[in-house]
T-cell receptor
Framework: KQEVTQIPAALSVPEGENLVLNCSFT??????LQWFRQDPGKGLTSLLL?????REQTSGRLNASLDKSSGRSTLYIAASQPGDSATYLC?????????FGAGTRLTVKP | GAVVSQHPSWVICKSGTSVKIECRSL??????MFWYRQFPKQSLMLMAT?????????EQGVEKDKFLINHASLTLSTLTVTSAHPEDSSFYIC??????????FGPGTRLTVT
């Protein structure tokens, strides 16, 4: 069974800072890993999907990397903005479904 | 990207009543649908997986007689919370997938049981 862990649980940074969110998973035989954003009381917004054949994916100020051998993925956010404040979830496949980490609650202070 | 909708977006019901939540795939055929539950400040926990035309597979600890799932068509799945209690109050999110393609998530339904 896939177990997904995210560190840190919460992070507060000043605006403009670059930051890294960490995700680790137990089953390295994954075919993809996905990062989501969730605003309070809202659903999930998919940010980046990394296939197992890829090492990283980029979208704007976001860059996600995947290292299957170590069971880790990182989400890098460059030049953070107050609008980036949200909970960030990573999820990996578990047989037929997806397993989520507990998330990192990010606060970017103006 | 593909779109998954949920209805209603929020619902309040009295303890002991039943409430139905719909999940629809708008522009693709959802051969598999998933139902997740999220309590405040916690992550999503899978409740059950359903394949179109088949009975749902429930995760350990999820009561199948309390959370009735119907996936009768390739675009619609419903979750019925029967005899709801305040502890069932949560955020319910569905997702859908066509074959082995990417999973797409609905916007969620906030259920409050009074």
């Amino acid at each position: 069974k896939q177990e997904v862990t995210q560190i840190p649980a919460a992070l507060s940074v000043p605006e403009g800072e670059n930051l890294v969110l960490n995700c680790s998973f137990t089953d390295s035989a994954i075919y993809n890993l996905q990062w989501f954003r969730q605003d309070p009381g809202k659903g999930l917004t998919s940010l980046l999907l990394i296939q197992s054949s890829q090492r990283e994916q980029t979208s704007g100020r976001l860059n996600a990397s995947l290292d299957k051998s170590s069971g880790r993925s990182t989400l890098y956010i460059a030049a953070s903005q107050p609008g980036d404040s949200a909970t960030y979830l990573c999820a990996g496949p578990n047989n037929n479904d997806m397993r989520f980490g507990a998330g990192t609650r990010l606060t970017v202070k103006p | 990207g593909a779109v998954v909708s949920q209805h209603p977006s929020w619902v309040i019901c009295k303890s002991g009543t039943s409430v139905k939540i719909e999940c629809r795939s708008l522009d693709f055929q959802a051969t598999t649908m998933f139902w997740y539950r999220q309590f405040p400040k916690q992550s999503l926990m899978l409740m059950a997986t359903s394949n179109e035309g088949s009975k749902a597979t429930y995760e350990q600890g999820v009561e199948k007689d309390k959370f009735l799932i119907n996936h009768a068509s390739l675009t619609l799945s419903t979750l019925t919370v029967t005899s709801a209690h305040p502890e069932d109050s949560s955020f319910y999110i569905c997702s859908a997938r066509e074959g082995l393609a990417e999973q797409y998530f609905g916007p969620g339904t906030r259920l409050t049981v009074t």
